[in-house]
């Protein structure tokens, strides 16, 4: 590959798709049919970085690269120097219409390009630092009254609404500073909406009760303040699967879709300055009776006319649609992997003469052929058996022909519900062991 890349890195992405999952990191690598989105995607980010915000929602079915996508937006927003995290959306374990509890995901997932997920203790840390530092310059003592003054400041927005929070950052440093880390631990997951933080934790900041729906929104106001302040212009959410959203009971889904619009509306206010929302969801979430069209204001915030030919759907727009993969796309997708991997590989010439451009067409027409000829549900099956069943083998044994020596095996129990409910019986065989001889 033209492309340097480190072999931890390139470990990492080839590690991720033997268990065929999405890479956390290295999609740049892996990036086939998402050049057009390229500007669209830096306009937004520079936008936010500069104290715009930016939404965008991903329309795409299943199968057809939501994650990936919002994965690779949250790359080059990183190397921006932003934040981001991803919230999947869950009607039991985080229902959209409990932003207490989206909020919490939100700091739980949080991370940059120097901290892990999890990263809102570094975060803070790092603004407290600033913060003092700011005091020194000025020539004033670094003094508890110096800095809680200017901490009041730098909040001073925030606080209108939700004063409770720097309460908790002034609560948090007089921990660290008695060295109470105890204290100080619960404090920061109080902050990230933990709701089982000890009562003697929250007396010491001098607060009760635990986040609610509403103080969540003033919550995620000060986080971006905390993160400009600290170094991160913006911030990236993602809402995954927001389409499970259909299989809400009906009030449910109502309140949810009525706390999306309701947090729109405050980006739209000016309130999260450094805001990026990007939402995933199927053409059937955004245009069927069970999804966004049932609360008209926030369907009209994000209608986009899909109806002249793909080639000319806008970047810009706020919804965008992934078209999916075909079988070109899926084989330029294998050839990218097969020359990573041949890469980091001993004898790079064998991977590429064994696993040749001919022979990953022919395993891709195979994998989708076995899923019933749905190419766009196949990319993750056909990377996992292309690195673990194919790749491991050549790199391996010597004597291995994947031509001669391999047939494709689908078994439903490694297969996803879209790409279980996809697979089609051979003649003579049963759904559950459908062989292909390549």
Known sequence: MTVE????????????????????????????????????????????????????AVRGEYGSGKTFFTRWVAERAIRRGMAATEVQISETETPLHRLE???????????????????????????????????????RETSDGAVEELLERRLAQVSTRTPVFAQVLRGYRRAQVAGEMGVAEGLIAWLGGEPHVAASTKRWAGVRGDLD??????????????????????????????ETLQRARGDTRD???????????????GRFPGLFLLITGTPAFFDGPSGISRLPPLAQRVATDFSLDPRFDNPRAVQIRLPGFDELTLVALGVRVRDLYADGAEDPDRIRGAVDDAYLAILARAVSGSLGGRTGVAPRIFLKKLVGEVLDRVDQFTDFDPRKNYKLTLRPDELSDVERNALVSIAARTPDDVRIDL
Do not use: C
């Open 213 to 242: 729906h509403f103080g969540a929104l003033g919550f995620l106001q000060g986080l971006l303040t905390l993160l400009r302040d600290a170094g991160h212009p913006g911030l990236l959410v993602v809402l995954d699967e927001v």
């Open 255 to 269: 309140r949810a879709l009525n706390a999306l619009r309701q947090l729109i509306d405050e980006m739209d206010s």
């Open 101 to 139: 509890t989206v909020y919490r995901r939100i700091t739980e997932g949080l991370r940059t390009a120097s901290f892990p997920a999890s990263a809102l203790r570094a975060v803070v840390d790092v603004w407290l630092y600033t913060l003092e530092s700011d005091v020194n310059v000025v020539g």
């Open 5 to 56: 890349v480190s072999p931890r890195r390139r470990r990492e992405v080839i590690d991720a798709l033997r268990r065929g999952t999405v890479p956390a990191n290295g999609l740049d690598l892996l990036a086939v049919g998402l050049a057009r989105f390229d500007a669209a995607i830096d306009r937004d980010l520079d936008s936010v970085a500069g104290g715009g915000v930016a939404l965008k």
